[in-house]
């Protein structure tokens, strides 16, 4: 198998249905629900109640911690190497209204051989399920077309809410988290500093190993080698080994670098000493291509098999041809 030195995770930004899929039960399944979807108007929080089924909060974690002093990287609990489903728990339980649904176009290209790898999945705030007219819906496409055309400002999600992007990879039904990344916008009248959020974010993952700082935004690092050290400006990998903070954007696996975790800070143009949203991403760039790797030959190993087993039937049991 052709190796490459560096994978890239194609992230594809798309609205997501609050209702489409839902966890269910202690495992947190993210599984699309084999009934119809609900209909009719409905509440956020009804939508919610019917997206996240009998979810048991707080999130049942059985994988092991990190070793004592390895580096913090998880995103408000989400950290590489847990299960798909206890990472899907985590992130539903953040917010009564956070619902989980698989993404259908994003991830990496890879040949599965007819198998379902569950390559990650996507969360956002509930929103009320209204029944619209024709004219409504037809209302609302003229109106997102103006704004294009017109470079109207548009939100990408309402203030007081946050989303997600969890990338997961492994063989079917033993997927783990190789990335992570969340957005949050503050509710109005409650931003924090910006200030405060730099300080937080040190407070949690230490003393940055790049910052910057412009007019428009706060940004920070924290990358980390393959023992889990700081990556200083003198390293080799110091402009290697990066991440992304958004959760519509790409995540990079190189077998050379270890851990990282970017964040960014916006301001309020009204306010530019107070923070209007923040998002932070993490991905394990070795062990994200580790496992990238490992399950395709995984899935390459076990179709050999099958043909193996598929040929030797055949030698017992087909007819011989008619000449």
Known sequence: MRLHQLLVILMVAGALAACGSKPSGKSGSTEPAAKSAPTGNATAAEVAEEARGDLDCPAEIKTPAPPAGSPVVDIVGVRPGLTYEEAANVVAC????????????????????????????????AEPRVEKTSKQILDEMQDAALARSSNRRTEDMPAGTSRWFVGTMGLPGKERVISAARKERFAEGKNPTLESVEKALVDKYGTPTSKQITSNSVSMRWAYDLQGRPITETSPL???CYGNSSPDGGANFSPDCGVVVEAQANPLRSNPALAEWLQVGMVDEAGGYDAITKTEQGLQQAENERRAE??????????????
């Open 94 to 125: 953040t917010n009564d209204l956070m619902v989980v649904s698989p993404p259908t176009t994003r991830g990496i290209d890879m040949q599965t051989y007819g198998k379902t790898i569950r390559q990650g999945f996507s969360a956002q705030f």
């Open 238 to 240: 110091a402009n290697k």
């Open 310 to 323: 598929e040929t030797k039937e055949a030698a017992k049991n087909a007819e011989a041809p008619q000449l």
